[in-house]
């Protein structure tokens, strides 16, 4: 079985620039997470989509961050403009019962 | 939301058991998890476990949880330098996951 592809792998922008990241989650998998993970930190969700319904974003900051998922499936997570403290890597998961399942990443750094 | 506690570091020898600790402070948690991370890489999934059973054991892994002390741990037995990683306590409540910071495990040859 396939798992959660993300990409692009490592992501380097200037402050004030914007960036999109992309995730395929597995197949048959109706809910999608993305989460920041700060250097030294466990991660933190930002958004969850049931199929291409969001269920929570209340700790996506909407004034830079948005993120949708596309007929239920693949999802992008957008951040425009960019700040110094964006510099993360972001996770994104799927999930089939209790079971979650996280992609390798991307790692975005602002300069 | 929920609190997840973990030590910041372990360090064993190669052939010991590791034991990694966390706790969690919502009863209501469904599911506990522990993930592993390696540099570079995403979280792996190791085991979880259904907040009603007290253990849980895979091969070299024993999951145990007190409930009532809202305590999880995770013993790696025979513990190998490929076992060196951050390794994640998550506990699930409704539908979000709330992650610990991760315990950074160092084996030494």
């Known amino acids: 079985e396939a798992g959660v592809a993300q990409s692009p792998r490592y992501k380097i922008i200037e402050k004030r620039q914007s960036v999109a990241f992309w995730c395929n989650p597995i197949?048959?998998?109706?809910?999608l997470y993305w989460y920041q993970q700060i250097l030294g930190q466990g991660p933190k969700l930002l958004i969850q989509f049931q199929n291409n319904g969001v269920v929570d974003d209340s700790q996506l900051p909407k004034d830079r961050f948005s993120a949708e998922r596309l007929k239920g499936v693949d999802s992008t997570l957008k951040i425009q403009p960019a700040k110094l403290e964006d510099s993360a890597v972001y996770l994104c998961?799927?999930?089939?019962?209790?079971?979650?399942?996280f992609g390798q990443g991307t790692r975005l750094t602002v300069v | 939301g929920e609190d997840v506690e973990q030590s910041l570091f372990l360090s064993v020898r190669e052939g010991d058991s590791s034991v990694i600790n966390c706790t969690y402070t919502d009863s209501s948690s469904t599911y506990l998890y522990w993930y592993k991370q390696e540099p570079g890489a995403g979280l792996q999934l190791l085991t979880y476990?259904?907040?009603?059973?007290d253990m849980k054991q895979d091969q070299r892994l024993t999951v145990l949880l007190n409930k009532k002390d809202k305590h999880l741990s995770l013993r790696i037995a025979d513990t190998q330098t490929g076992d060196s990683a951050i390794y994640f306590c998550a506990a699930q409540r409704g539908n979000q996951f709330y992650f610990g910071t991760g315990t950074s495990l160092t084996v030494i040859p």
């Open positions: 476990i259904f907040s009603n059973m």
């Open positions: 197949s048959g998998h109706a809910t």
């Open positions: 998961a799927s999930r089939v019962g209790p079971q979650a399942f």
